[in-house]
């Protein structure tokens, strides 16, 4: 087994996988590379169904590759923001919803997750997530729309109400360079 707190994105995952079971449907709210993508693949099985968002094309080619060859049928790829989540999945349905924000690792960089509309995704899948269920964030703040983003995360987290929403954060204190931090929700 890995080493999980030097791997912030595999612990991240690790914890969001133990809310999930075979027949679920999860949301992958920006599926990049489709490393994320495929391991909610896996989770969920056959039976289940990923919806997996990304606002560009290239993402999506990459992630389409992946599934395919690790032979998963079971992830509905669309290329819109996570904004739109509400549009494409009933509320209270979703057993994970899983953010990892920033841009595309070997993409473009100036397309990344801002402040605002990470907040609106953040309020819709809150409304997605079933009772019992998770949002899982993972947060980059080593470049400027990062940063902000993760402030303004962390104030809406703060705020949420206690008796409905249980937050966990991890941030790796002793690393120097921006390491990725992790938000947990689950709903109650
Ligand atoms: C760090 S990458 C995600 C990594 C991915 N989960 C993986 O396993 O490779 C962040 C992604 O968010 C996407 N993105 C940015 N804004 C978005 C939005 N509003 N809705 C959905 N995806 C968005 C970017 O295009 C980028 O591919």
């Given amino acids: 087994m890995s080493n999980l707190i030097t791997r912030t994105t595999e612990l991240a995952m690790s914890v969001t996988l133990t809310y999930i079971k075979p027949g679920d449907t999860v949301v992958d709210a920006t599926c990049g590379t489709g490393q994320d993508t495929v391991a909610l693949a896996r989770a969920v099985g056959d039976g289940g169904s990923v919806y997996a968002f990304d606002i560009q094309k290239n993402a999506h080619l990459l992630t389409e590759a992946r599934l395919k060859a690790h032979g998963f ?95 966990a954060y991890v941030r790796m204190l002793n690393q120097k360079k921006y390491p990725p931090e992790i938000l947990w929700i689950t709903r109650r």
């Avoid at 494409?88 to 920033?102: D, T």
């Avoid at 079933?130 to 703040?141: A, C, E, K, Q, S």
């Avoid at 705020?159 to 249980?166: C, E, G, T, V």
């Fill in 73 to 167: 049928n079971n992830v509905h790829l669309v290329m819109q923001s996570f904004v739109s989540m509400s549009d494409h999945i009933p509320e209270r349905s979703a057993a994970a919803v899983v953010f990892n924000l920033g841009y595309l690792p070997g993409g473009d960089h100036s397309i990344t997750t801002t402040a605002d509309e990470t907040l609106a995704g953040l309020d819709a899948a809150l409304r997605t997530v079933r009772p019992g269920g998770i949002v899982t964030v993972v947060t980059y703040d080593g470049h400027k729309e990062g940063a902000e983003e993760k402030k303004a995360i962390l104030e809406w987290a703060e705020a949420l109400d206690q008796s409905r929403y249980h937050v």
